[in-house]
C-alpha cells in the first residue's frame, strides 16, 4: 500500500502534516475529510521527500525529534510487544498515537520496510536523523537474540535517564551564562552612558586625574567611538576560533583543557563518566559485542580526549587484554571507575558494575549541579 505525505489544514485552523498509507491519493483525501482536515497538498512520500530535499525548512533546526519524544514511543513499543502482538501491527498502533510528524514518518517508513521483509534495525538505520547508530544497534541485538521487547524497554530506560541529565546539566550552565551576559551587559552601560557623564563632571575640575580614570575614561571614548571595530574584532576572534576548534589539533587541545577548569571541568568529566557507564552498560546487556559498543560509546561522550582514550581501550581490548588497565593508564578516568571496572571484569558482571558506576556519578553530578545553582 503506497505511503502520502499531505499538509492541511483542521478544524481550528491550525496547519497540519504528516505521512500515512492510502489505497489511492483520493482515498486518503477522502479519509482526512472525514477527519476534519482540509487537505491542500497530498504527495507520494518519496516525491515529497525529493521536494524537501531541495527546500530549506529552518523550523526543522527548531523542531528536531526529542530524546523525551523518542523514549516515549519506544516505551510504547517496547508495552505493545510485551502484550504478544506483532512488531508491524505494533507500529501501525504506535504510529496513530505519535505527534511529531518526523518522527511518524520514521516509524511509518520502518513499518512498510519490515512489512516488505527487512529487519527492524535496517530499517531504522534508514533515519540517522532520528535513530542513532546506538539505537539501531541495540534493535538489532534484540532482534538477533529474541528479547526486542526487553531491549525497547531498556532503551527507553536509558533515553529517559540521558534526557534527565542533559537537562541538569543544561539548567547547571544556564545561570552562569545568564550572570555573564547580565555582567557584559552592565559593563557596556556603564563605558557608554555612566562614564561619560561623569568625565564631564571630572572636566569641571580643570585637575589632573590618576591614571587608572584616565585609562577608564579611555576605554569608555573606544567602546563609543569605535563601537563597530570592537563589533568587528570580536566576531572575527569567534570565527577563528571556531574554525580552530574544526581542527583535529585545536578540538583536541581544547578538550583537553575543559576538563582542567576548576568547577566546570569536573562536572563535564563526571557527566562524560556517567554517560560512558551507563552506556556501555545499556550496550553489553542488550547482546551487543564489546568492541562495537566502545565503538557507539565513544561518540556519546563529546570529548575528543575521551574518545581518544576510549578508541585506545578498544585497541587493548581487541587484543585481548582487559578494559580496566588502558583505562587507568590515561590517567584520565577517576580511579574508583577504573577500580570497579576491573572488579566487574573479574567476576563477569561487567555490566552490572558499570551500571553501578553510572548511578553513581549521575547522583554526584546531581549534587554538584544543586551545590553551583544554590
Do not use: C
Not at 499531505?6 to 477522502?30: C, I, P
Not at 482540509?38 to 527546500?55: D, F, G, P, Q, S
Request: avoid cysteine.
Amino acid at each position: 500500500m503506497p505511503v502520502y505525505a499531505y499538509k492541511g489544514v483542521n478544524r481550528e485552523g491550525k496547519s497540519v502534516k504528516g505521512t500515512r498509507d492510502a489505497d489511492s491519493a483520493r482515498a486518503l483525501r477522502n479519509a482526512l475529510n472525514r477527519e476534519g482536515v482540509l487537505v491542500t497538498e497530498i504527495l507520494e512520500r518519496a516525491e515529497a521527500e525529493k521536494r524537501a530535499a531541495k527546500e530549506i525548512d529552518l523550523t526543522k533546526l527548531f523542531n528536531r525529534v526529542s530524546s523525551h519524544e523518542l523514549s516515549m514511543a519506544t516505551r510504547q513499543l517496547a508495552v505493545l510487544l510485551r502484550s504478544g502482538i506483532p512488531l508491524v501491527e505494533a507500529l501501525s498502533a504506535l504510529i496513530e498515537q505519535i505527534e511529531h510528524p518526523d518522527l511518524e514518518a520514521a516509524f511509518t517508513d520502518a513499518r512498510d520496510k519490515v512489512n516488505e521483509g527487512t529487519s527492524f534495525a535496517e530499517a531504522l538505520r534508514s533515519h540517522p536523523r532520528v535513530f542513532s547508530s546506538l539505537f539501531v544497534n541495540m534493535v538489532s541485538a534484540g532482534e538477533a537474540s529474541g528479547t526486542l521487547e526487553a531491549v525497547m524497554a531498556r532503551l527507553a530506560d536509558f533515553l529517559e535517564s540521558q534526557a534527565q541529565l542533559k537537562s541538569k546539566v543544561s539548567s547547571a550552565l544556564a545561570y552562569p551564562g545568564f550572570m555573564m551576559l547580565m555582567t557584559v551587559g552592565i559593563l557596556i552601560l556603564m563605558m557608554t552612558v555612566v562614564v561619560p557623564k561623569v568625565t564631564g563632571i571630572f572636566a569641571d575640575f580643570n585637575q589632573s586625574l590618576p591614571w587608572y580614570t584616565q585609562v577608564l575614561i579611555f576605554i569608555s571614548d573606544l567602546f563609543i567611538s569605535y563601537w563597530w571595530l570592537l563589533t568587528l574584532l570580536a566576531g572575527t576572534a569567534a570565527f577563528l576560533f571556531k574554525r580552530y576548534l574544526d581542527t583535529e589539533e585545536g578540538r583536541m587541545r581544547f578538550d583537553t583543557r575543559i576538563l582542567t577548569v576548576p568547577v566546570l571541568g569536573d562536572l563535564f568529566l563526571k557527566v562524560a563518566v556517567a554517560r560512558f557507564s551507563r552506556t556501555l552498560a545499556t550496550l553489553l546487556s542488550s547482546g551487543v559485542p564489546v568492541l562495537q559498543a566502545m565503538d557507539i560509546t565513544k561518540n556519546v561522550l563529546g570529548n575528543k580526549r575521551l574518545m581518544e582514550v576510549v578508541e585506545a581501550a578498544r585497541d587493548h581490548v581487541r587484543e585481548g587484554e582487559g578494559l580496566a588497565k588502558p583505562l587507568r593508564a590515561s590517567g584520565v578516568f577517576p580511579p574508583i571507575v577504573t577500580h570497579m571496572i576491573a572488579i566487574g571484569e573479574r567476576s563477569g558482571q561487567l555490566e552490572e558494575m558499570l551500571g553501578h558506576v553510572g548511578n553513581a556519578y549521575d547522583q554526584e553530578v546531581e549534587m554538584r549541579i544543586a551545590t553551583m545553582t544554590s
